[in-house]
């Protein structure tokens, strides 16, 4: 168990919907990252926020969109899904911003879209 | 294309045989990560390599960064079938259009069978 802890486990939606998920850093951790895994991309990077402020950006579509809360928990929103964003999503979290520091993933939300 | 190239992508051995993975890059990176990733769970960190050259051992996992920090690889002496996984190696390039993005090779897939 990282300690990172992410709602909900499985999604399921159709197109043209919009869902919510949401991640719980360990406790310490002030650094949030998002991922996206999928068979034919692997793990890419999304978004990362450090204390409440976005720190570095990735390969986020512009309908996905995320935040880190005062509490450090972080939502990431993705909206007029589509087929191919069907995949698992990761948060992953670190005691600081920088790349040296050791992230912690948490389980995932497997998100399929129909 | 992606930043950091993982080789082989697929290996099978038999239980006690040594293997290697290898993480290739172009860019500098300040700092390396490895983790292992088994279906449907969130990647584990295994080790972060700082220093070129830098070799860090880990019971039977031994890790090695490159004296220019371009590059990496994983050897497992005498693999055991719980050495089974996904091994990703990961970190944030030093050029300018990747500054602050995390970056995950494509992985390579170890099966080790009794």
């Known amino acids: 168990d990282s300690g990172v802890t992410q709602t909900p486990k499985h999604l399921i939606t159709a197109t043209g919907q919009r869902v919510t998920l949401r991640c719980s850093p360990r406790?310490?951790?002030?650094?949030v990252y998002w991922y996206q895994q999928s068979l034919d991309q692997g793990l890419q990077f999304l978004i990362q926020?450090?204390?409440?402020?976005?720190?570095a950006k990735g390969n986020i579509l512009e309908r996905f969109s995320a935040q880190q809360f005062p509490d450090l928990h972080s939502e990431l929103n993705l909206s007029s899904l589509e087929l191919g964003d069907s995949a698992l999503y990761f948060c992953?979290?670190?005691?600081?911003?920088?790349?040296?520091?050791?992230?912690?993933f948490g389980p995932g939300t497997r998100l399929t879209v129909t | 294309t992606q930043l950091l190239e993982q080789s082989p992508q697929f290996l099978s051995i038999q239980e006690g045989e040594n293997l290697t993975v290898y993480c290739n890059s172009s860019?500098?990176?300040?700092?390396l990560q490895w983790y292992r990733q088994e279906p449907g769970e969130g990647p584990v960190l295994l080790v972060t390599v700082v220093t070129g050259g830098e070799v860090k051992k880990l019971k039977r996992l031994t890790f090695q960064f490159g004296d220019a920090r371009k590059d990496s690889s994983l050897h497992i002496t005498a693999a055991q079938p719980g050495d089974t996984g996904l091994y990703l190696c990961?970190?944030?390039?030093?050029?300018?259009?990747?500054?602050?993005?995390?970056?995950f090779g494509a992985g390579t897939q170890v099966v080790v069978t009794p």
């Open positions: 406790s310490g951790d002030l650094s």
């Open positions: 990961a970190g944030v390039s030093k050029t300018t259009d990747s500054w602050g993005k995390f970056q």
């Open positions: 926020y450090y204390n409440g402020e976005e720190r």
């Open positions: 860019s500098v990176f300040s700092s």
């Open positions: 992953a979290s670190s005691v600081g911003a920088s790349d040296i520091y050791e992230q912690y």
